[in-house]
């Protein structure tokens, strides 16, 4: 079994920047393709973010190319979302999500494991 534990999100201006990153147990992580994803109240859970196994391959949603950036230390379980330029509308909790697979996809529902999510929000 993996466990995902997201970190770093909080409170921060509009036009502010913040990274969550997200921490994996066991030894797989390497061949996961990872993702990030967001829900706000009321709202779907989306994609915001992929990353093949490899970090070969990225994707974003279109709201936030140009603003954030994904990565991944595979040496160090971790995936990372960095966030600039931040608008009100990020507002969300992010989850970060691991597919067995290392191919990534923009489906929540392709994804194996999940973490309990972290909430940041964007003051106006």
């Known amino acids: 079994q993996v466990q995902l534990v997201e970190s770093g999100g909080g409170l921060v201006q509009a036009g502010g920047s913040l990274r969550v990153s997200c921490t994996a147990s066991g030894r797989s992580f390497s061949i996961y393709a990872m993702g990030w994803f967001r829900q706000a109240p009321g709202k779907e859970r989306d994609v915001v973010a992929a990353?093949?196994?490899?970090?070969?391959?990225?994707y974003y949603a279109d709201s936030v190319k140009g603003r954030f950036t994904i990565s991944r230390d595979n040496a160090k379980n971790t995936v990372y979302l960095q966030m600039n330029s931040l608008k009100p509308e990020d507002t969300a909790v992010y989850y970060c999500a691991g597919r067995k697979s290392g191919i990534a996809t923009i489906t929540a529902e392709d994804y194996d494991y999940w973490g309990q999510g972290t909430q940041v929000t964007v003051s106006s």
């Open positions: 990353i093949t196994w490899s970090g070969g391959t990225t």
